[in-house]
């Protein structure tokens, strides 16, 4: 099926002839749904903390800070052509919508209005407006969002990239006061990440005390997937080259497991809040790690004892699983020799851990929490999208009472120090895939499901209620006037 061109060209992309026929085998044969149980709630599936828990917990973070190394990791490398798709549609179309109105009324409200006025002299007429914002003038239909100015600030207007480095300075300062915050740029971008932190890195650390360590990672070759026609053959260009597309944000894992960190707080670009609404984010993600760190101290303290060649309860350690990890045993657990049964615990035990905020669902869109039935017959966490659901378990989704805001602390040592190979906890059952086209060819691509989703989907998962208050999400560019992104 491959010529010798395109074997050169997999090659190239860091991958094997094996690997491309599994893609395209992947095609034929679609991905398996999720055997969706129920939806998690409060009381079963996520925690509900009280003020009390949230200060005890944010105490022992903040005890334990200075001792490990804390890293903040946002995916930032998409452009934010959805932001702008009702201004695309203007332009392009001539199509006016309410939220071209509600951005023309606006427009003095929104951050970036003193420096379009530079390219548009001022002018209101409509088109000059949008193509200012989309592509003369300030360019932001080929920007990724964190390189766009959200909020309005009387000393300096900031852009998503500097309300990052802001709230890591509320609440990720390490050792010596060390901030490491990673963002992961599209190889095109990356320029403008560094220019902007070179511009603007001075101003933060001397704001808030701090220094600022800023890493960039691009998502892999080897993580791209092939394009197909409609038939599941591959799709090639004008010159009969193959067409690779990336795979989704669940490729990312390959980034986030050359992280080189103890914690890992990781939270989605758009959602961040002015100062004055900070001090939730701080509270919650404090109380999040601090919930990690005492279940890593349980957990290490089982594996520990294990090595010492200590009798450890297997009912004990069992009821740790079952109990504050959230991971159902088996019903044929209790049928297993003793040894049998501390053998599959200490493989429970000694996996990466995720404690993940959720908050109320209010309407907005974004992956659920559920519970989900393993190949042993045992139940675990996840974070499930529409697409993962079969048709006849969708009414389960009616049950589902929160939704996940990507609000992450993630533990990514074992017990002895050494860092996980994350790439072992990922199922590869994951994912789905989509019908997209290229220079109007119709085409199938292959997608990875989140980076939160199939990727941790062997982790141990722990999902924890959060306010709402710590969501505010920017899908749309009229979510820049909402109240909770106004600066006063």
Known sequence: MFTEQDIEQIGAHGLCVADAERQLLRFREGFPYLDICRAAVAGDGILQADGAAAERYGAVY????????????????????????????????????????????????????????????????????????????????????????????????????EEHLAEGALYAAGAGSEVCIHFTVSAEHREQFERLAAETVPFYEARFGVKYRIGYSCQK??????????????????????????AGHGALIENLNEIDADLVFIKTVDNVAPDRLKSDTVIYKEMLAGLLLDLQRQAFGYLRRLDAGERVSAE???????GRLCRRLPSSFAALEPQRQVGLLRELLDRPIRVCGMVKNEGEPGGGPFWVREADGGESLQIA?????????????????????????????????????????????????????????????????????????????????????????VKVVGDLLRPQHRNG
């Open 221 to 246: 070759p080897s993580t791209d997937t092939l394009a197909v026609n409609p038939d599941d053959t591959p799709l090639r260009d004008g010159q009969g080259r193959l067409l690779f597309r990336p």
């Open 316 to 322: 004990e350690m069992a009821s740790f699983v079952s």
């Open 62 to 161: 903040r005890e334990l800070r200075p001792q490990r190394k804390v890293v903040k990791f946002v995916p930032a490398s998409g452009a934010a052509t959805r932001m702008f798709k009702a201004l695309f549609e203007f332009l392009n179309d001539g199509v006016r919508s309410r939220e071209v109105d509600e951005l023309l009324a606006g427009l003095d409200r929104f951050a970036f209005a003193e420096r379009l006025a530079e390219f548009t002299g001022g002018s209101r007429d409509p088109r000059t407006v949008v193509s200012n914002i989309l592509t003369e003038g300030l360019g932001y239909g080929t920007l990724p969002k964190a390189l766009i100015l959200f909020h309005r600030y009387p000393d300096r207007n900031r852009t998503a990239f």
């Open 385 to 473: 999208e529409s697409s993962q659901i079969a048709p006849q378990q969708k009414g389960l989704m009616t049950a589902a009472t929160h939704f996940n805001p990507v609000d992450l602390v993630c533990g990514v040592r074992d017990y002895l120090g050494r860092k996980f190979d994350l790439t072992r906890y990922v199922d590869p059952q994951t994912g789905f895939i989509s019908s997209k086209s290229q220079q109007g060819r119709p085409l199938k691509a292959l997608e990875l499901l989140g980076l939160w989703n199939g990727a941790m989907a062997r982790w141990n998962t722990v999902f924890v209620e959060v306010p709402i208050s710590t969501f505010s999400p």
